[in-house]
């Protein structure tokens, strides 16, 4: 993918990680909740799992942060060294990396909504 989509695809996934932020805050602070602390006790957090608005807010929080925060580990490493051979290590490591951190939270996701 060329440099000038993977940003605009970054610039996106900011802008959908600022809204679920907000959103994932609000539903822990005031929508619902006595208070913060509250929200985070294991069966509310379960509960909230297994509910599809929930589960799908979560999706798209792990999808956004995990790309933002990845592609900005791979600029910082395509700074501090150049080359095809490091380019492509690093790009195609980055991927791994990124697959290998979504399945991971999808996997969390899935079975803890599947009561698991």
């Known amino acids: 993918m060329r440099e000038s989509t993977l940003q605009i695809v970054n610039y996106v996934m900011i802008a959908v990680l600022f809204f679920t932020v907000l959103l994932h ?40 942060a995990a790309f933002h925060g990845l592609y900005g580990l791979r600029n910082i490493l395509l700074e501090f060294r150049s080359g095809p051979v490091w380019d492509r290590t690093v790009s195609y490591g980055v991927l791994v990396a990124g697959i290998a951190l979504v399945g991971w939270g999808m996997r969390t996701i899935v079975l803890t909504a599947m009561g698991g």
């Open 25 to 64: 805050l609000a539903l822990h602070g005031f929508f619902g909740f006595v208070d913060y602390e509250g929200s985070l006790v294991y069966s509310d957090v379960v509960t909230r799992y297994r509910q599809t608005i929930p589960a799908v807010m979560l999706t798209v929080l792990l999808i956004s």
